[in-house]
Structure formats: structure tokens, C-alpha cells
């Protein structure tokens, strides 16, 4: 096995493989599947495998029958999810693979969120990457051993069968050893937070620039030569630094190049708006189309602040945008017809969690994509269709199988001349085209994951905050977001990881939860005037005592996992830090509370190994190190 300190590879011995003792029968479906508030598990319910929704007691079921469980982690927008489970989730020889040889578990990554990142993080140690649908098997004593994310139905059968076969002989060494494993790599990940010397902590924020400068792509924006994500904490870090006279000289020209590119790409809904969560491609041409609330929030948030700080008014445009098409798409209320309304209006419940890749046909960007015949009966009434086509990247050969992705294509001047018209004239036809073209893609069928999430909002209110400033327009959604979030977090001990549901379906938040949270309030307050920071800084000084221990800031009160440890610094990768929010918003409040006070003074600040080794992963702490130098 290799243990992980950020992204950096330490080897050391674990076995990867668990022997499965011959099981009892098959037991029941947890019927709790069928009602619960995940769209992903009930996607599930009528599998041959018997899953179990999560549940820490199942560890005692597993010591019980000497069964390893094997928890398959993912999501109701994700391609692959889908895939995976029509290819061998559905399939009755490895339905009775896992049945008799394992007790299964379904996991949603969104509301079983520390787990899922800690089984991230062991998949990326022994295997180098990770993604969903993760599937890892996890002894009965809690240790993860060995997982494989989306594989074809037969390869993972041999997945299985390998584990049965190599382990069946030989159960309780190699289980000690993945005892023994797991806590060297503990032991590893301790190392990796002993604090650097002063003279290497002071040169982090030169380590920070040249990681950030050779994994930034100069001509294409973002980071990485292959597949690229938005990653907005690196993003917004670089704004910050960039706003505070900080940053080397080459910032300025890569921020402008990477926003201008995913603006005007295929990660981007040009028609409807909205970004997708990443593409496969350099040129950002090439998306998986899920949609995430947390993306939207954190992305509008940067074109706004950037648009600002640059004198970009199109780029606060398409923050605000961003904003529009979450308040149009995936508000969460109905009105008195019982159709979806925008979140401006009564009976708000909130913001779906995400939009799904998949269509109401199973096709991966099916609502999307524009077949050639789709294309040309959405336009058969539109005076210039080529113009149309032209306008959003539509001409030429496809990209994917099922049709055009719209982009930005040609501009005003050169649809003007090409086909001779004004430049007012050749607006309107491409409005009108865009409305034809929205017309027709809302009878296409896009299932979305209705959870709601406690964290999600929080970050969504401070884009709503920002904006905000920009346009009043969005004081009504603000408003409503800020309202539910007090309303649930008038217990702070009791803050909810999901909203609008009775507290035995709602699940305990995590540490990202309230940091997001109160970082939110404090961002609506600021912005408008509106509020106090009392409910927020009640949430900071339940964060401080629910989630604190010797070791740092645990990512739920109980994990119920022995490798979950605290870390006394958590990484931002596609999401803010929480531990870096909680340091920043205790500074500010220190003064307003003794019990923020004692704890934030009696912090270890001083950087660790993990932070020399990955820094972009903690950029917002390392400069903010810098700034209280």
C-alpha cells in the first residue's frame, strides 16, 4: 500500500486484498432504501445486491459473520454511477458475488461526505487515483484494504473473485495486517503535520507560486495538461493574492486566460447557463455534464470578485448569470399550479444539490447535445440557422457521439460580414435563435438530485452576497437562504448535514458544513447590513468544541472509521477549506468570544510536512500565514 500526504506517495506495506469466510445466507435489503432522502440509494432499491444503506452498527455485523463490507460510494448525477450500476450492479453473478461473500453498502458521497473522502483519500494511496463510483472493501474492524472505482462488469467480477480467492486462506493475518497497515499509515500522515522549520515556513509562499506556475496550463487556462476541473480555491486564493499586491506578475494574465476560457467553452451552458463540474479535455470542450450547487456557488463568486477587480463587467455578468440559472433551475419550491418557480417567490425550499449528467433516457449530456435533425427542427423557423449554429460553435463535425455541444463559435463582427447584416440585426438573431434553441431543450427530460444541502447553501449565500452588491435582484434569494439557515442552525449543537426534513433523516453535519455556514452568514451580513454575526459566531464556537481534539479538527464528531483521524489542517482541492474559514473567521471574532479566543490562540499554526508537499492544496493558508507575518 501507499499512504498519502496530500498527493505525495509514501510506501509502505498493507495488504490489499480481504478473505471473504464462507457467509450465511443472503440477508434482506435494507427497506429503509426505498424511503430514503437520497435519489442515489433509491436508484438502487431494485438491485439483485442486496444493499444496505450506511449505517457505523453495520461494523458489528460484519464482526458478527466475519464478513467484510464492501461500501460503494457515489452520486445521483454521476455518469459512471449509472453505468456501473446498469453493467454489474444489475447483474445476478455479481449480485451473488457480493451477497454471499460481502455485506454490500451504499453510500452517498453527499450526505455521507467524510467517508467518502476518507475512502477517497485510500484509493488514491494505493491505487493513484480515485473517483466515483468508488468501490472499497473495509474489514470488519473498520480498515479499508482495497477498492476500484468504474470498472466493466468483468473486471470486476475479477476484482471480487480475487479478493475471495487470495484471502480466503489466510483471513486473520492479513486482516492484523491491514490493522497494522492502517496505523502506519496514521503513524505517516503524523509525520506529515510535524511543524516545518522556520526558515522553510517562511518560503511557502514561494513553494505555493512555483507549484501553482508549472501546473498552470498558460495557454488554455486552468491546471494540468489532460483532464481539467475549475478547482475554485485555487482560483480564489490567486484572486486574493492578486487584490492584495501579493502575487508574482504572471497571475494577472493566467487568471484572465483561465476565466475567459471556461467562460466561453464547452464547460459552460451557453444557453441555459450554469458550469459543468469538468472536462476531459484540455480545452475544457470535452464536459461531464453534472451540475453541482457547490460549483455554481463558488464559481460565480470568483467571476464576480474578478469582474471587479479587473473592470470585466462580462465576467460579472456571467457571475450573476450563474446565479439566474440556480435560482431558475434548481430552486427547489412549487407554485399554486405546483410547477417550479424561481427562489424570489413564496414557498421557498431550497436548491437541488445537482443537475444529473444523464438524461430521463440514460444518455450522458442527452439534454445538452444536439443531434443534426434535433438542430434543424429547433431552427426550421429561424430566418438565418447558420448564423445561429455559427453563433454557438455548432458547424463542422461533432465532438461527441450524440450530437453539438453549444459554445461560443463566431463573433458579432464576423457573423456581420459573413452574412451581411448590421451588428444589431445579427443580436437579435442570435436571441431569437437562442430562445428557439431553450424552447425546444426544455421538453427533453433532466432528473435532478433534490437533497438539499446545509453546506452548499452556505456557500451559495456568499456568491448571493456578492451579487448582491451588483444587482438587488437577488436580495429576495439571499434573504430566503439566510432565513433557513438560521432557522436550522438555532441549535448549533444540532446544525443538520440536510434542510428541510424531520432530524432522524437529516444527518449530523460535518466540519465543512459549519464553516461554510457561518462563513455564509457572516458574508450576507457583511454585504447587506442584514443580520448579526451572533448565530454565526455561535456555529464557529460549536466547530471549535464539536470537531477540536488533540490531533486538529476531526471531519465529523464521531467518525465512525479508525483511519478518519483529525488533521490540523484540511486541504482545499474543490472546495474551500474548512479549517482555513474557521482560522480566518476566528481572527476577526476573537474579540466577541473567550471560548473562540482561548481555542484559536492555543492553535498550532505553524505548517506541516503536508503543506510543504502540497501547497496548492493550501493556498488560502499559507497566504494568509503570510499576511499575519
Not at 442 to 468: F, I, Q
Not at 497 to 511: I, K, N, S
Not at 599 to 606: I, K, S, V
Amino acid at each position: 500500500m501507499y499512504a498519502t500526504v496530500g498527493n505525495r506517495w509514501i510506501g509502505m506495506y498493507v495488504p490489499l486484498l480481504l478473505v471473504v469466510l464462507a457467509a450465511p445466507g443472503a440477508a434482506q435489503a435494507n427497506p429503509e432504501m426505498a424511503d430514503s432522502v437520497s435519489p442515489y440509494l433509491r436508484l438502487h432499491v431494485d438491485d439483485p445486491v442486496q444493499w444496505r444503506a450506511w449505517d457505523p452498527a453495520l461494523l458489528e455485523k460484519a464482526r458478527e459473520e466475519q464478513r467484510p463490507l464492501l461500501i460503494s460510494s457515489g452520486y445521483y448525477s454521476c455518469f459512471y454511477c449509472h453505468v456501473m450500476q446498469e453493467e454489474s450492479f444489475k447483474d445476478d453473478g455479481i449480485a451473488e458475488r457480493m451477497n454471499t461473500n460481502f455485506i454490500p453498502v451504499k453510500v452517498d458521497r453527499e450526505v455521507n461526505g467524510a467517508l467518502d473522502s476518507y475512502l477517497l483519500e485510500f484509493q488514491r494511496a494505493t491505487a493513484g487515483s480515485a473517483g466515483w463510483p468508488l468501490n472499497v472493501v473495509v474489514t470488519p474492524d473498520g480498515h479499508a484494504l482495497t477498492g476500484v472505482v468504474y470498472a466493466p462488469r468483468d473486471q470486476f467480477a475479477e476484482f471480487l473473485d480475487g479478493i475471495t480467492q487470495r484471502l480466503e486462506s489466510d483471513y486473520d493475518r492479513l486482516v492484523d495486517l491491514a490493522r497494522r497497515g492502517s496505523e502506519e499509515l496514521t503513524q505517516q500522515l503524523r509525520k506529515g503535520e510535524e511543524p516545518l522549520s522556520e526558515g522553510r515556513a517562511g518560503r511557502l509562499p514561494q513553494v505555493l507560486w512555483s507549484r501553482l506556475e508549472r501546473e498552470a496550463d498558460d495557454l488554455q487556462g486552468g491546471f494540468g495538461s489532460s483532464t481539467k476541473f475549475p478547482h475554485s480555491p485555487y482560483l480564489h486564493a490567486m484572486l486574493e493574492a492578486e487584490q492584495a499586491g501579493t502575487a508574482p506578475g504572471w497571475v494577472a494574465e493566467f487568471l484572465e486566460i483561465t476565466l475567459d476560457e471556461m467562460a466561453h467553452s464547452g464547460l459552460r451552458d451557453v444557453l441555459g447557463g450554469g458550469f459543468f463540474r469538468y472536462s476531459e479535455s484540455p480545452d475544457w470542450n470535452e464536459p461531464h455534464f453534472e451540475v453541482m450547487l457547490e460549483d455554481q456557488a463558488q464559481l460565480a463568486l470568483v467571476y464576480l470578485r474578478a469582474g471587479e477587480y479587473f473592470g470585466r463587467e462580462d465576467w460579472v455578468d456571467l457571475g450573476l448569470e450563474n446565479l439566474d440559472f440556480v435560482k431558475r433551475d434548481m430552486a427547489l419550491r412549487e407554485d399554486e399550479t405546483g410547477e417550479q418557480a424561481e427562489a424570489a417567490e413564496g414557498g421557498f425550499r431550497g436548491f437541488a444539490s445537482s443537475l444529473s449528467a444523464v438524461d430521463d433516457q440514460g444518455r450522458e449530456g442527452g439534454a445538452y447535445l444536439w443531434p443534426e435533425e434535433d438542430l434543424e427542427a429547433a431552427l426550421a423557423d429561424h430566418e438565418y440557422p447558420e448564423l445561429v449554429r455559427a453563433w454557438f460553435g455548432m458547424e463542422g463535425s461533432s465532438v461527441f457521439d450524440l450530437g453539438y455541444l453549444p459554445r461560443s463559435g463566431a463573433g458579432i463582427e464576423q457573423l456581420a460580414e459573413r452574412f451581411d447584416l448590421a451588428g444589431d440585426e445579427v443580436r437579435e438573431q442570435v436571441e431569437s435563435g437562442r430562445e428557439a434553441l431553450i424552447q425546444a431543450r426544455e421538453a427533453r427530460g433532466l432528473p435532478r438530485d433534490e437533497k438539499v444541502l446545509t453546506g452548499a447553501h452556505g456557500l451559495l449565500l456568499s456568491a448571493l452576497a456578492e451579487a448582491s452588491a451588483h444587482d438587488a435582484r437577488f436580495l429576495d434569494a439571499g434573504a430566503a437562504v439566510q432565513a433557513w439557515l438560521l432557522e436550522v442552525a438555532a441549535d448549533p449543537a444540532e446544525l443538520p448535514a440536510l434542510m428541510g426534513l424531520p432530524a432522524e433523516q437529516a444527518g449530523t453535519a460535518t466540519l465543512n458544513d459549519y464553516a461554510y455556514v457561518a462563513r455564509g452568514l457572516r458574508d450576507w451580513e457583511a454585504a447587506t447590513g442584514e443580520g448579526e454575526h451572533g448565530p454565526a459566531l455561535a456555529l464557529l464556537e460549536a466547530a471549535w468544541e464539536r470537531f477540536r481534539d488533540g490531533d486538529g479538527f476531526r471531519s465529523e464528531p464521531e467518525p465512525p472509521l479508525p483511519g478518519m483521524i483529525s488533521q490540523r489542517f484540511h486541504p482545499a482541492v474543490h472546495r474551500p477549506s474548512p479549517t482555513t474559514l474557521i482560522f480566518r473567521l476566528s481572527e476577526e471574532w476573537a474579540e466577541d468570544s473567550e471560548t473562540v479566543d482561548a481555542a484559536f490562540a492555543d492553535y498550532d499554526l505553524r505548517p506541516g510536512r503536508a503543506i510543504d508537499a502540497d501547497p496548492e492544496q493550501h493556498a488560502r493558508l499559507i497566504l494568509w500565514l503570510q499576511e499575519r507575518d
